[in-house]
C-alpha cells in the first residue's frame, strides 16, 4: 500500500484539525525485535499511541527504552517486527514511508561541502526541486532562522547553535507535515539549548506540524509538547501518558509555574526518578 | 603569527632557498678548487649553459615525457576511479578484484616493462601503459575508501528524505570520497614522472629518459645533469597543480580542522 503524503503549507492558524480527521500518525502494537551477536533483542514492546495533526508529543525514557528505534521506523529507515505504522489514517510499508516524515537527529548532519544555504536547500533539492528554486526558497527564511549574513559559510565556520538551526531549517523546508525530532538540543550547552527550545516553540506556532520529538530532557518535554510519552527501560513500553495541560503560547515563566511542577513530579515518577521502589505504571 | 598568508608561504620557501643557494654556491666553488673533470662532475654553472645551449633538445623530449605522463595519468585516473566505485557497489567485486589488485602491486614494474616493451613495441604506447600502471593503485585504493568512509549517519538521512540510491553518491558518497581521491591522485602524480621515464629507461626513441641515457653515454653530464633538473621540477610542478586543483575544487576543506 503506497500513500504518498503530498508537501504542503502548515500556515492555517487552526490550532487542531477537527477530530473527525485521522491522526498524522498512528502506532500500533508496534514491536521492534533485533539480533546482536547471535541473541534476540527487544527494543520496543507493544508502543501504541496517536499524533493528531498540529500536536506536539514528547517522547522520554531512559537510553536503551528504544526512543531514537521508534523514529527510525516511523521515518522508515526500520521496519518494526510487529504492529503497524499509519500515516493519514493508512497503514504504510516501511519503505514507502521513506521521505514522508522529516527527521532531524542529535548531530546536524550538515554536508561539510555545502555552505549553510546549500545545506538547508538539500531537502528540497533530493524533493526535485532545481537548484536555483530551492536555494531561493531556503534564502528567502534565513533571517527568521537567526542566519541572515551566514549563507555562504561552510559548516565549519559555524557554531554548533547555527548549525543547529541550519538543520533545523533544512528540515522544516520538506514542508512534511510529520516531524521527527530525535533529541535535537542534545548536543548543545545549556544556554544555546533553552534558547533554541523557546526558538523552536514560536517555529511551531507559527507552522503547526505534527512533531514527535525524542528527548532525554524531562523539562523541554513538558515545556514543549501538548503530550508526553514516558517509555520503560528495554523493552521500551509505554510507562505512562502525560497530557500537559499548560496554556499556549508558553513562555520561559511558565516553568516554575505550579502547573508545570506537578506534571514534573507526575514524569519523573513514571520515570521512576522519585520514588526508589515504585516504578511507574500506566 | 599574525602575518598574511602570502608573508606566511614566503617565509615556509625562505629556508629551505637559501640551503639550496648555499649547496650550490659549494658545489661551484668546489668544483673549481679541485679540478674534476666536467664529464664527471659539471659545476652548476656548466648545468645552467647546458640549458641555455640545449633548450631546444631539452623542450622537445620534455615534451614527449609530458605527454606520456598525461596520458597515462588520465588513464589511470579512469580506470582507478571506474573500478573504485566498482569495487564500493558491489560486494561480489570488491571479494573478486580487490585482492588481486593489491597482489598486483607485489609484481616489479622492472618486469613488466620489458614485456611491454615486447607487446606494445618502441612507441608512445607502452610507456603510456607503464605511467598507467604505477598511477592506478594509489588512485583505485583511495577511491575505495573515499566511499567507504561517508558518514552512514548522513546517507541515513538522505534516505529518509526519500533520496534515491543515485541521489546518495552524488550528494554525500562521491563529495565525500573526493579529499581521498585527491590523495590518490596526489601520490600518483609523484609516481607519474618516474613511470614515464622508467618506460623510456627500457627503451625509446624520445623523452627525457632517452635523452639521459644519452646523454650519459656521450659523457655529456652537462645535459644529464639539466634532464634531471627538469624532471624533478616535473614532478614539483604537477604534484603542485594536483594540491592547487584540490584547493580549488574543495574549498571547505580548509575549515574543517577535525573529522566530526
Known amino acids: 500500500m503506497c500513500v504518498v503524503v503530498p508537501p504542503r503549507l502548515h500556515n492555517d492558524r487552526t490550532p487542531r484539525a477537527a477530530s473527525s480527521a485521522p491522526p498524522r500518525l498512528t502506532l500500533r502494537h508496534i514491536d521492534s525485535t533485533y539480533t546482536e551477536r547471535g541473541h534476540s533483542v527487544?527494543?520496543?514492546?507493544?508502543?501504541?499511541?496517536?499524533?493528531?495533526?498540529?500536536?506536539?508529543?514528547?517522547?522520554?525514557?531512559?537510553?536503551?527504552?528504544?526512543?531514537?528505534?521508534?523514529?527510525?521506523i516511523v521515518a522508515g529507515l526500520f521496519a518494526q517486527t510487529g504492529g503497524d505504522v499509519a500515516l493519514d489514517g493508512a497503514v504504510v510499508a516501511t519503505r514507502e514511508r521513506l521521505g514522508a516524515a522529516a527527521y532531524m537527529r542529535q548531530r546536524d548532519l550538515?554536508?561539510?561541502?555545502?555552505?549553510?544555504?546549500?545545506?538547508?536547500?538539500?531537502?528540497?533539492?533530493?524533493?526535485?526541486?532545481?537548484?536555483?528554486?530551492?536555494?531561493?526558497?531556503?534564502l528567502d527564511r534565513?533571517?527568521?532562522?537567526?542566519?541572515?549574513?551566514?549563507?555562504?559559510?561552510?559548516?565549519?565556520?559555524?557554531?554548533?547553535?547555527?548549525?543547529?538551526?541550519?538543520?533545523?531549517?533544512?528540515?522544516?523546508?520538506?514542508?512534511?507535515?510529520l516531524l521527527l525530532l530525535d533529541e535535537p538540543f542534545g548536543a548543545l550547552d545549556a544556554l544555546s539549548r533553552v534558547a533554541l527550545q523557546s526558538w523552536l516553540l514560536d517555529l511551531w506556532e507559527r507552522e503547526r506540524q505534527a512533531v514527535l520529538l525524542v528527548t532525554h530532557d524531562v523539562d523541554e518535554a513538558i515545556f514543549l509538547a501538548d503530550r508526553v510519552v514516558v517509555l520503560t527501560p528495554r523493552p521500551g513500553r509505554i510507562a505512562h501518558i502525560e497530557a500537559i495541560a499548560l496554556p499556549r503560547p508558553r513562555h520561559r515563566e511558565i516553568v516554575t509555574s505550579a502547573a508545570f511542577l506537578q506534571h514534573r513530579a507526575a514524569l519523573l515518577d513514571a520515570l521512576g526518578l522519585l520514588a526508589p521502589a515504585t516504578g511507574g505504571t500506566a | 603569527m599574525n602575518a598574511s598568508p602570502w608573508g606566511r608561504t614566503l617565509a615556509r620557501w625562505v629556508w629551505p632557498a637559501a640551503i639550496l643557494a648555499l649547496l650550490l654556491?659549494?658545489?661551484?666553488?668546489?668544483?673549481?678548487?679541485?679540478?674534476?673533470?666536467?664529464?664527471?662532475?659539471?659545476?652548476?654553472?656548466?648545468?645552467?649553459?647546458?640549458?641555455?645551449?640545449?633548450?631546444?633538445?631539452?623542450?622537445?623530449?620534455?615534451?614527449?615525457?609530458?605527454?606520456?605522463?598525461?596520458?597515462?595519468?588520465?588513464?589511470?585516473?579512469?580506470?582507478?576511479?571506474?573500478?573504485g566505485i566498482a569495487i564500493d557497489a558491489s560486494p561480489i567485486l570488491e571479494r573478486a578484484i580487490y585482492p588481486l589488485i593489491i597482489a598486483s602491486q607485489t609484481i616489479p614494474m622492472v618486469a613488466l616493462a620489458p614485456l611491454l616493451l615486447i607487446w606494445f613495441g618502441y612507441g608512445l604506447l607502452p610507456k603510456v601503459l607503464v605511467t598507467a600502471l604505477v598511477c592506478f593503485f594509489p588512485i583505485a585504493v583511495n577511491t575505495v575508501d573515499g566511499l567507504r568512509v561517508a558518514d552512514r549517519e548522513m546517507l541515513s538521512l538522505l534516505k529518509s528524505m526519500g533520496a534515491s540510491s543515485w541521489q546518495q553518491f552524488r550528494l554525500v558518497k562521491c563529495p565525500a570520497s573526493l579529499p581521498s581521491i585527491f590523495t590518490g591522485a596526489r601520490i600518483a602524480i609523484a609516481f607519474s614522472v618516474i613511470?614515464?621515464?622508467?618506460?623510456?629507461?627500457?627503451?625509446?626513441?624520445a623523452g627525457l629518459g632517452y635523452l639521459m641515457q644519452r646523454s650519459a653515454a656521450q659523457f655529456q653530464t652537462a645535459?644529464?645533469?639539466?634532464?634531471?633538473?627538469?624532471?624533478?621540477?616535473?614532478?614539483?610542478?604537477?604534484?603542485?597543480?594536483?594540491?592547487?586543483?584540490?584547493r580549488i575544487l574543495l574549498p571547505w576543506r580548509r575549515f574543517v580542522t577535525d573529522e566530526a
Open chain 2, 223 to 246: 645535459r644529464l645533469f639539466a634532464a634531471i633538473v627538469i624532471l624533478s621540477a616535473l614532478g614539483v610542478g604537477l604534484f603542485a597543480l594536483v594540491s592547487l586543483l584540490e
Open chain 2, 195 to 205: 613511470g614515464a621515464v622508467f618506460g623510456e629507461l627500457v627503451g625509446a626513441s
Open chain 1, 142 to 177: 534565513f533571517p527568521e532562522f537567526g542566519l541572515a549574513g551566514f549563507e555562504r559559510a561552510w559548516p565549519a565556520q559555524l557554531s554548533g547553535g547555527m548549525r543547529q538551526r541550519v538543520a533545523f531549517l533544512r528540515t522544516v523546508l520538506t514542508e512534511r507535515p
Open chain 1, 110 to 138: 550538515l554536508l561539510p561541502w555545502r555552505t549553510a544555504l546549500d545545506n538547508a536547500a538539500l531537502a528540497l533539492e533530493v524533493h526535485g526541486h532545481d537548484r536555483r528554486e530551492a536555494r531561493q526558497l531556503a
Open chain 2, 25 to 83: 654556491i659549494g658545489w661551484e666553488v668546489a668544483v673549481r678548487l679541485t679540478n674534476v673533470p666536467a664529464w664527471q662532475l659539471p659545476p652548476p654553472s656548466a648545468i645552467a649553459r647546458s640549458f641555455v645551449s640545449d633548450h631546444a633538445l631539452l623542450w622537445k623530449h620534455t615534451i614527449v615525457t609530458l605527454k606520456e605522463v598525461a596520458l597515462g595519468f588520465s588513464l589511470a585516473l579512469v580506470a582507478g576511479l571506474l573500478v
Open chain 1, 42 to 72: 527487544q527494543a520496543l514492546q507493544d508502543i501504541s499511541f496517536d499524533i493528531a495533526d498540529g500536536e506536539f508529543v514528547a517522547l522520554i525514557g531512559p537510553s536503551g527504552s528504544g526512543k531514537s528505534t521508534l523514529l527510525d
